[in-house]
């Protein structure tokens, strides 16, 4: 007598990918390829869409919506950075949206035809590669090959070693992070249909729904740590001290300013309280 099985069943085939080897020992794994081609479709599809509303006379609501998501991206990084590149911003905003659209396409049922291709580590050093190396390029174009060589030896050059090795796990930080959360999900997706399928639907629903939310959480953090690793790339330690000293003394300033009414108030109600010294007494009033 056979043991009863699930109704529901399926294997877990996470990590495995539909391959293809052209030549021997060059292995390209098929399905991440066209899900990559296809979140990079639907992302040039959307710019071409969103550029043919915008309107120099009357903007359409897509191109408000659009500027006011730039602007406001904008003025946080500036607050918290300083000035950027005016191209920072929305390279990082591409990237978001391109990762976030990968990140949701495994939640497509499609008998794993169409996999989330940042669950594969390829996509996701390229990714990082892409980053990492343009923010070495913009970092000596702006500091020039010696301010660019000297900031591995700020603020002390016995610190050269920590710094060489901060530069070299980036890549490996930034790609793992984003692997190793989108892999997960497909791993608990894979776990839950092995459920009986009278229990299947609720943690399903529940489990995309949450799986959503990484997703965007996920391509946040891609987008955010992108901005930040431009931001400090474009500025030297003697800068940054400056600027520290810079807003400091801007904070100060204000306090001052905000001190300065307050004790002229105070000033002027104890002159209106006090009385006139040699002021003629009041006559008093006939009755």
């Known amino acids: 007598m056979s043991a009863p099985q699930p109704l529901a069943s399926t294997e877990i085939e996470v990590g495995?990918?539909?391959?293809?080897?052209?030549?021997?020992?060059?292995?390209?794994?098929?399905?991440?390829?066209?899900?990559?081609?296809?979140?990079?479709?639907?992302?040039?599809?959307?710019?071409?869409?969103?550029?043919?509303?915008?309107?120099?006379?009357?903007?359409?609501?897509?191109?408000?919506?659009?500027?006011?998501?730039?602007?406001?991206?904008?003025?946080?990084?500036?607050?918290?950075?300083?000035?950027?590149?005016?191209?920072?911003?929305?390279?990082?905003?591409?990237?978001?949206?391109?990762?976030?659209?990968?990140?949701?396409?495994?939640?497509i049922p499609t008998q794993h035809w169409l996999v989330s291709p940042s669950a594969d580590v390829n996509l996701t050093y390229a990714l990082a590669l892409l980053v990492i190396v343009g923010v070495h390029i913009y970092s000596i174009r702006q500091r020039g090959i010696k301010q660019y060589v000297k900031h591995y030896f700020e603020p002390f050059p016995v610190l050269f070693p920590l710094n060489l090795l901060e530069e070299i796990v980036k890549p490996f930080t930034l790609a793992l992070r984003l692997f190793g959360n989108i892999f997960a999900g497909g791993i608990m997706i894979a776990m839950i249909g092995l459920m009986p399928i009278w229990v299947l639907w609720g943690p399903n629903v529940l489990w995309k729904l949450f799986d959503m939310a990484i997703g965007v959480i996920q391509a946040f953090i891609f987008a955010l740590l992108t901005i930040l690793y431009f931001g400090m790339a474009g500025t030297t330690h003697d800068e940054e001290h400056a600027e520290k000293e810079i807003a400091e003394e801007e904070t100060a300033e204000e306090e001052t300013a905000e001190e300065e009414p307050a004790e002229t108030e105070s000033v002027e109600e104890e002159s209106a309280d006090a009385e006139p010294v040699g002021a003629e007494p009041q006559p008093e009033a006939a009755h």
């Open 16 to 107: 495995h990918h539909k391959t293809w080897e052209p030549i021997e020992g060059f292995v390209l794994n098929v399905d991440t390829i066209w899900s990559t081609a296809l979140a990079g479709l639907v992302v040039i599809g959307v710019g071409f869409w969103m550029r043919s509303k915008i309107s120099n006379e009357v903007p359409s609501k897509v191109q408000i919506i659009w500027e006011t998501i730039v602007e406001w991206v904008t003025r946080q990084v500036e607050d918290s950075l300083g000035k950027v590149h005016p191209f920072v911003v929305p390279l990082a905003i591409t990237l978001f949206f391109f990762i976030l659209i990968a990140n949701w396409l495994e939640l």
